[in-house]
């Protein structure tokens, strides 16, 4: 190796180390041994100046009353804070315009989120937990309306997509000793397709909003049935007979009860 290559590798090792030792110097420096380590600090606030004596942290309290502990970047903007309020401990972190980007929060009883948020700090995806009842998980759109859930609820997992006004398109159900089901809804909010299986039964039917459609499922005696319906009554049947089926709300109810 040439003798000019070995001369700027120490250079540049001497030049690490003697940046790296200061960095680690003023960020993670520790309390000399013979400094004396007070037992307690009373205060209302600390604070945290940059070389330019502007404020880049604090410990303080919140218009509230409530105990928080912030940080800014180097335009004085709120980039992340802690906090605990009444209902819980928060933790925000945000853009460059102050508003929140994450947010998590325990809550009392249990109770906790973590939201991913869009513009005006709009939940966009959301996990939710409650012991009580559900586990979830929420996608919303721009308006913050829902448009995808996934939960369980009281031990039954659930999957919706739903429409523009907040109800069902899509559902994929299932209850414990009940059966399984896909549903689908039309735009008045009517479940007219259904494909499942419903005390260990399959069953399948699509209807118009009129009862007019396919009808398929297993009778109490184990035969199949298989007809069509027109306005709900029977137009042919495969068996010579069409069982009556509740609609999809009413299987919906036998699935999750």
Same mark, same amino acid.
């Given at each position: 190796?040439?003798?000019?290559?070995?001369?700027?590798?120490?250079?540049?090792?001497?030049?690490?180390?003697?940046?790296?030792?200061?960095?680690?110097?003023?960020?993670?420096?520790?309390?000399?041994?013979?400094?004396?380590?007070?037992?307690?600090?009373?205060?209302?606030?600390?604070?945290?100046?940059?070389?330019?004596?502007?404020?880049?942290?604090?410990?303080?309290?919140?218009?509230?009353?409530?105990?928080?502990?912030?940080?800014?970047?180097?335009?004085?903007?709120?980039?992340?804070?802690?906090?605990?309020?009444?209902?819980?401990?928060?933790?925000?972190?945000?853009?460059?315009?102050?508003?929140?980007?994450?947010?998590?929060?325990?809550?009392?009883?249990?109770?906790?989120?973590?939201?991913?948020?869009?513009?005006?700090?709009?939940?966009?995806?959301?996990?939710?937990?409650?012991?009580?009842?559900? %586990?979830? +998980?929420?996608?919303?759109?721009?308006?913050?309306?829902?448009? $995808? !859930?996934?939960?369980? /609820?009281? &031990?039954? #997992?659930?999957?919706?997509?739903?429409?523009?006004?907040?109800?069902?398109?899509?559902?994929?159900?299932?209850?414990?000793?009940?059966?399984?089901?896909?549903?689908?809804?039309?735009?008045?909010?009517?479940?007219?397709?259904?494909?499942?299986?419903?005390?260990?039964?399959?069953?399948?039917?699509?209807?118009?909003?009129?009862? %007019?459609? +396919?009808?398929?499922?297993?009778?109490?005696?184990?035969?199949? $049935? !298989?007809?069509?319906? /027109?306005? &709900?009554? #029977?137009?042919?049947?495969?068996?010579?007979?069409?069982?009556?089926?509740?609609?999809?709300?009413?299987?919906?109810?036998?699935?999750?009860?």
């Amino acid at each position: 190796m040439k003798a000019h290559h070995i001369v700027a590798i120490i250079a540049i090792s001497f030049i690490a180390g003697m940046f790296g030792g200061t960095f680690s110097e003023r960020v993670f420096a520790n309390p000399k041994a013979e400094a004396k380590i007070q037992e307690q600090v009373i205060a209302r606030g600390f604070f945290l100046v940059d070389e330019n004596d502007r404020p880049r942290a604090g410990m303080s309290f919140d218009p509230a009353g409530q105990p928080v502990i912030y940080v800014k970047d180097n335009v004085g903007k709120v980039r992340g804070y802690l906090g605990c309020e009444q209902r819980g401990p928060m933790l925000a972190l945000n853009d460059e315009n102050e508003k929140k980007s994450v947010l998590l929060s325990a809550l009392n009883g249990g109770k906790s989120m973590i939201g991913l948020m869009g513009k005006e700090e709009q939940a966009r995806i959301t996990m939710t937990y409650d012991p009580e009842q559900s %586990t979830a +998980l929420i996608l919303s759109d721009d308006e913050n309306i829902a448009k $995808a !859930l996934v939960s369980v /609820t009281n &031990g039954k #997992p659930s999957v919706f997509l739903t429409q523009g006004d907040k109800k069902p398109a899509v559902a994929m159900l299932w209850g414990s000793n009940r059966g399984a089901l896909l549903g689908f809804w039309n735009s008045h909010n009517e479940g007219k397709v259904a494909l499942g299986l419903k005390d260990d039964k399959p069953i399948l039917f699509a209807y118009r909003p009129d009862d %007019t459609g +396919l009808l398929f499922n297993i009778q109490r005696d184990g035969r199949p $049935a !298989l007809g069509l319906l /027109t306005e &709900g009554r #029977p137009e042919w049947s495969a068996t010579g007979t069409v069982p009556q089926m509740p609609t999809l709300d009413g299987i919906l109810d036998q699935v999750l009860r």
